[in-house]
């Protein structure tokens, strides 16, 4: 029993691996800190691995873990995590739906003012908004936070309008 | 502006080895925790019946099988406990997570309200199988109370410490959770 856990243990991080760094490097003020995080992820995936029965998506219950671990208690550095972007586009559009806005054009300064103004959410719109930014349907989100989809889909909506009026402001 | 997007540097079957002793070692503690419990009862049961079969004095009789009764109720306390602390879940919701987060790191719930009972019963062991040590009072009636006092004291003591512990350990945990819930459900 121990070794098909752990064959589905590995087949799952495996398959799950993207998502996981994905989750991380959202959180990551330094490496070293998302090796933690990283790695506490991968121990709540094994802790929680008998209680999954498939009632939702593997990718779901990777994401749930992932979100959980980063809000958990145990008073490591990624509690006062720092969100951080990368430089695709599509991060950018997802968030500020830049056809209306003027800064379009300086995609450079817009990400280095949307990182400021992200690293000012609180803990709870930080993990919603790295949800966003994984691509994810406010569906999924819902799942994985434990909301009704129109709760989502309002926190979400007043979380961008919050980040827009701030860069317009910058 | 850069970042790397690399997968941390793990060995995931060095991780899982660690992860399997953990297992065991925690599998290990529980089961000789509770093995001590399920072991303690039917023996001072059994102390209950030599005493009964050698006319020792009722209230040493009585007072071990309390002990015993007692026992009895940590034994099945603590295997609820354990299984509820064993299975902690971060594969369910968010908002469930942080509500049973927040219910685990009570201070007082249901059950903590049932481990006084078997507290109780201990208590009452005490006063009657060891009232002959208390020095200096010759009514047993008094020595009865003075060793239930005294006992009484002792867990009131344990208390306190409890109470000091959680609240420089699992307060601030339990806070914390209820804010995030809080921030998420408004």
């Known amino acids: 029993m121990n070794d098909s856990k752990e064959l589905r243990f590995k087949q799952i991080i495996e398959e799950n691996k993207l998502r996981i760094d994905g989750i991380c490097?959202?959180?990551?003020?330094?490496?070293?800190?998302?090796?933690d995080l990283?790695?506490?992820?991968?121990?709540?995936?094994?802790?929680?691995?008998?209680?999954?029965?498939?009632?939702?998506?593997?990718?779901?219950?990777?994401?749930?873990?992932?979100?959980?671990?980063?809000?958990?208690f145990a008073g490591k550095a990624y509690r006062n995590m720092n969100l951080s972007i990368d430089q695709m586009p599509q991060s950018l559009n997802i968030l500020l739906d830049n056809d209306e806005l003027e800064l379009k054009q300086k995609k450079e300064q817009q990400l280095e003012a949307l990182e400021a103004e992200l690293n000012q959410l609180s803990i709870i719109d930080k993990a919603l908004i790295s949800l966003v930014l994984e691509g994810l349907s406010m569906r999924e989100i819902a799942d994985i936070i434990g909301l009704t989809e129109p709760n989502v889909k309002v926190k979400i909506h007043r979380i961008k309008e919050t980040l827009k009026q701030q860069l317009i402001k910058a | 502006m850069t970042t790397t997007i690399n997968t941390p540097n793990l060995d995931l079957n060095q991780l899982i080895e660690g992860l399997r002793r953990e297992d065991d070692r925690n599998q290990h503690l529980t089961n000789r925790f509770k093995w001590i419990m399920w072991v303690f009862a039917p023996l001072y049961f059994i102390f209950f019946l030599?005493?009964?079969?050698?006319?020792?004095?009722?209230?040493?009789?009585?007072?071990?099988?309390?002990?015993?009764?007692?026992?009895?109720?940590?034994?099945?306390?603590?295997?609820?406990?354990?299984?509820?602390?064993?299975?902690?879940?971060?594969?369910?919701?968010?908002?469930?997570?942080l509500r049973k987060a927040a219910q685990r790191y009570e201070i007082w719930q249901t059950k903590t309200a049932k481990?006084?009972?078997?507290?109780?019963?201990?208590?009452?062991?005490?006063?009657?199988?060891?009232?002959?040590?208390?020095?200096?009072?010759?009514?047993?009636?008094?020595r009865i109370i003075v060793a239930f006092v005294v006992y009484s004291l002792?867990?009131?003591?344990?208390?306190?410490?409890?109470?000091?512990?959680?609240?420089?350990?699992?307060?601030?945990?339990?806070d914390h959770a209820l804010r995030l819930l809080e921030e998420l459900e408004k």
């Open chain 1, 25 to 35: 490097r959202y959180y990551s003020s330094n490496s070293e800190d998302r090796k």
């Open chain 1, 38 to 72: 990283y790695q506490e992820i991968l121990v709540n995936i094994w802790k929680s691995l008998d209680k999954f029965r498939g009632d939702s998506a593997i990718s779901t219950w990777i994401y749930r873990i992932a979100v959980n671990t980063s809000l958990s």
């Open chain 2, 50 to 97: 030599i005493m009964l079969y050698e006319g020792e004095s009722i209230l040493k009789e009585l007072g071990f099988f309390f002990f015993s009764v007692s026992f009895l109720f940590f034994a099945l306390i603590f295997r609820n406990l354990n299984n509820e602390y064993k299975t902690v879940d971060y594969g369910i919701p968010v908002t469930e997570m």
């Open chain 2, 115 to 142: 481990a006084m009972f078997p507290a109780f019963f201990a208590a009452i062991g005490v006063a009657l199988a060891c009232q002959d040590m208390i020095p200096n009072i010759d009514d047993t009636t008094a």
């Open chain 2, 154 to 174: 002792m867990l009131g003591i344990g208390f306190g410490v409890g109470y000091l512990i959680w609240r420089k350990r699992q307060k601030p945990l339990r």
